[in-house]
């Protein structure tokens, strides 16, 4: 899935947990939360970068979009061409479990509620991700 798109589901799921979360004081922690997920949305695909280093055995795709920040946002299909495509879904999944597991884990130490809001926005990530490598949309 796409960066915007991931963005617009982030706000979505956001402003819905925000609601649904009776801890969340508002209105500065609730915009602070809806902000946090959006960013979170999209900034969890940077672990796409260690795992296509993993596989093509140098930082080459990382920076291509680093040096061409409108080719990583305008052209993502391309911006892991070279790296098995099934194989980089599988082990993107599994690093958002457990970049995901983690980020949860140490925030619900911290604040339950803010380990809740992470897992129901990095949940939401994962089925859309799944959704659409199974092309269900």
Do not use: N
């Not at 260690?50 to 795709?61: C, E, F, I, M, T």
């Not at 680093?66 to 980089?88: I, Y």
């Not at 599994?94 to 604040?111: I, M």
Request: aromatic residues 10%.
């Amino acid at each position: 899935m796409k960066s915007p798109e991931h963005a617009t589901l982030g706000a979505l799921a956001s402003g819905l947990l925000v609601a649904a979360l009776p801890e969340v004081g508002f209105p500065v922690e609730a915009l602070a939360l809806v902000a946090y997920g959006v960013l979170l949305s999209v900034f969890i695909d940077l672990d796409h970068f260690v795992v296509a280093r993993y596989h093509a055995g140098d930082w080459s795709h990382f920076r291509r979009c680093a040096t061409d920040p409108k080719f990583a946002f305008t052209e993502q299909e391309r911006v892991f061409d070279g790296v098995d495509t099934r194989t980089l879904e599988t082990h993107r999944l599994l690093s958002h479990a457990l970049v995901g597991g983690a980020l949860v884990g140490g925030l619900a130490l911290v604040a339950p509620v803010y380990g809740l809001f992470t897992a129901g926005v990095l949940y939401v990530h994962v089925v859309a991700d799944l959704l659409r490598d199974g092309e269900i949309v």
